[in-house]
């Protein structure tokens, strides 16, 4: 009964060689987050799809994309990975966003990118 | 922007001791304040949260505090577990602006119950 799952859990790239990760959600949510979460540090959002709109924050590189091509996947595309970019990255849904309330993010189990 | 910092960044307590463990954000916007548990391997889990128009919420051995005026809010966990052992992340949201929804995390406090 996954509800938010990432594939794959672990992935290996070679520095500048491009990878994609992805993230599938059977809870039908119209919202769908990428976190990058460095070793012993917060999670940090890189963007959101609210349903087809994709909002970037104003601090991700745009060495990082995103696809939503349907409401249940999401996929992370990093162009050219760096040594700095090995991390733990996390999907996440919620059911909506705003205003006046806050909808519970699903976490997905992660994928840990390494980048030799 | 909003900032939270989590203290202490690692806790070892005994079994059936509590544990207690201290945000503060910067935004006074801020209205939301989840606490969320991250056992290894797996995505971080809500576990409680606050709104800002409550100052206490409980459920079961945890409890969540929090203090506006401080701009500081608290997870408590009595009577603590092995199965307690875990990362855990307080963060902030805000219901309204630009960056509605969005959290923004602690460094996590890594929990250790010694049985």
């Known amino acids: 009964d996954a509800m938010v799952i990432q594939n794959p859990r672990y992935q290996v790239t070679q520095f500048g060689k491009p990878v994609t990760l992805s993230c599938s959600q059977t809870l039908n949510h119209n919202v769908m987050y990428w976190y990058q979460q460095k070793s012993s540090q917060a999670p940090k959002l890189l963007f959101h799809?609210?349903?087809?709109?994709?909002?970037n924050e104003a601090d991700t590189p745009d060495n990082f994309q995103s696809r939503r091509p349907n409401t249940s996947f999401c996929f992370l595309d990093i162009r050219s990975p760096g040594l700095g970019d090995a991390a733990m990255y996390l999907c996440?849904?919620?059911?909506?966003?705003?205003?006046?309330?806050?909808?519970?993010?699903?976490f997905g189990p992660g994928t840990r990118l390494t980048v030799t | 922007g909003e900032n939270v910092e989590q203290h202490p960044s690692t806790l070892s307590v005994q079994e059936g001791d509590s544990a207690v463990i201290k945000c503060t954000y910067s935004d006074s916007a801020s209205n939301y304040f989840p606490w969320y548990k991250q056992e290894l391997g797996k995505g971080p889990q809500l576990i409680i949260d606050?709104?800002?128009?409550?100052g206490e919420k409980k459920d079961q051995r945890i409890a969540v505090t929090l203090n506006k005026t401080a701009k500081h809010f608290s997870l408590h966990i009595t009577e603590t577990q092995p199965e307690d052992s875990a990362v855990y992340f307080c963060a902030a949201s805000s219901f309204y602006g630009g960056s509605q929804g969005n959290l923004i995390f602690g460094k996590g406090t890594k929990l250790s119950v010694k049985p």
């Open positions: 996440a849904t919620s059911k909506d966003r705003g205003p006046s309330t806050f909808y519970e993010q699903y």
């Open positions: 799809y609210y349903d087809k709109d994709f909002n």
């Open positions: 606050i709104r800002s128009n409550v």
